[in-house]
């Protein structure tokens, strides 16, 4: 089975330049990946393969830098982003377990209330009152 070569260190350097261009905070890693690829370029071009590979290693070491700042740089704005919802919810949480407590405190004093008119004596006047509007009504 025939196995697919990988690239050097300087062409995966070169891969990784391309994609991190455009990015401002890998802008000094870029800047020393180039450098170090046009030094192993060199030292490639003057035979000493031996220095053009550590050259090669070199800028991808920069390369991989440049490419791990920005990946940390998007998951500390993830977690800013994450932090301001978790913010909302507990200050939406607090909220609304205020007006939980209001409504169960209402809730309770309309209950006594409900249980101290229940236990009133209703005065012997307003039943016989009752008792003939009925009557005076056909029942």
């Known amino acids: 089975m025939a196995r697919a070569t990988q690239p050097s260190d300087a062409e995966y350097a070169r891969e990784l330049v391309t994609l991190l261009e455009r990015e401002p905070l890998a802008k000094t890693y870029v800047e020393r990946a180039k450098m170090a690829l046009e030094r192993e370029r060199r030292l490639k071009d003057l035979g000493d393969l031996p220095r053009a590979t550590l050259a090669g290693i070199v800028a991808r070491s920069w390369a991989e830098f440049g490419r791990e700042v920005v990946g940390m740089a ?3 704005k993830e977690a800013r982003s ?3 919802k978790v913010v909302t919810a507990e200050q939406a949480t607090v909220k609304y377990r205020a007006e939980y407590e209001q409504a169960t405190a209402s809730v309770l004093r309309l209950k006594a209330e409900v249980q ?3 236990a009133e004596p209703v005065p012997i006047e307003e039943v016989q009152k009752k008792k003939r509007a009925r009557k005076g009504r056909g029942h």
């Open 116 to 118: 101290r008119v229940e």
């Open 82 to 84: 994450l932090e301001e």
């Open 74 to 76: 998007r998951k500390e």
